[in-house]
T-cell receptor, first 113, second 113 residues
Framework: DAGVIQSPRHEVTEMGQEVTLRCKPISGHNSLFWYRQTMMRGLELLIYFNNNVPIDDSGMPEDRFSAKMPNASFSTLKIQPSEPRDSAVYFC???????????FGDGTRLSIL | GENVGLHLPTLSVQEGDNSIINCAYSNSASDYFIWYKQESGKGPQFIIDIRSNMDKRQGQRVTVLLNKTVKHLSLQIAATQPGDSAVYFCALAEGGGYQKVTFGIGTKLQVIP
């Protein structure tokens, strides 16, 4: 039974470059979440989609961050241009609906040099 | 500058003993509570949940207790095993149309063999 699939698992790039993180939610799940985890701030919700529509993007740090969900089986989180302070582990999670138990991917560890 | 990160509370427990992890919350509108377990290098994994109309719920070796009067949630793990070593997060959601989930900072459980 495939869980939430994220790619890449690791990304190292230089500041100023565009970074795209990808997520495939569990089939049949209507809600998708992007989180960022750092030692400084813990686990933060960046954006929440329901039925492919962004419902809450109040956690997106600034205009450099954007997220899309073109269909029920795929979402991207893009950072352009990237900065060293964006270094973190980024998690994607999905749930049947809203706050119901979320299933997390194994994350993308992003390092911006 | 100095890198000041979150200081995770740590609980050290002897293998075979019971563990109790606590979580205090402040939002009285919270009506759905979830515990997650995060192992090193992985995403958070759902353990157990409870709604505000209950004060106790049991799973396999785990029990969640909810005291709404003092806004306190606890996770009890019976006969703690080395595989239980991880960071445990409580998360909560408010009632209403959009149940935004907020995660606590986590508690690190170390099981001593």
């Amino acid at each position: 039974d495939a869980g939430v699939i994220q790619s890449p698992r690791h990304e190292v790039t230089e500041m100023g470059q565009e970074v795209t993180l990808r997520c495939k939610p569990i089939s049949g799940h209507n809600s998708l979440f992007w989180y960022r985890q750092t030692m400084m701030r813990g686990l933060e919700l960046l954006i929440y989609f329901n039925n492919n529509v962004p419902i809450d993007d109040s956690g997106m740090p600034e205009d450099r961050f954007s997220a899309k969900m073109p269909n029920a089986s795929f979402s991207t989180l893009k950072i352009q241009p990237s900065e060293p302070r964006d270094s973190a582990v980024y998690f994607c999670a999905s749930s049947l609906e809203g706050a119901q138990p979320q299933h997390f991917g194994d994350g993308t560890r992003l390092s911006i040099l | 500058g100095e890198n000041v990160g979150l200081h995770l509370p740590t609980l050290s427990v002897q293998e075979g003993d019971n563990s109790i992890i606590n979580c205090a919350y402040s939002n009285s509108a919270s009506d759905y509570f979830i515990w997650y377990k995060q192992e090193s290098g992985k995403g958070p994994q759902f353990i157990i949940d409870i709604r505000s109309n209950m004060d106790k719920r049991q799973g396999q070796r785990v029990t969640v207790l909810l005291n709404k009067t003092v806004k306190h949630l606890s996770l009890q793990i019976a006969a703690t095993q080395p595989g239980d070593s991880a960071v445990y997060f409580c998360a909560l959601a408010e009632g209403g149309g959009y149940q935004k989930v907020t995660f606590g900072i986590g508690t690190k459980l170390q099981v001593i063999p």
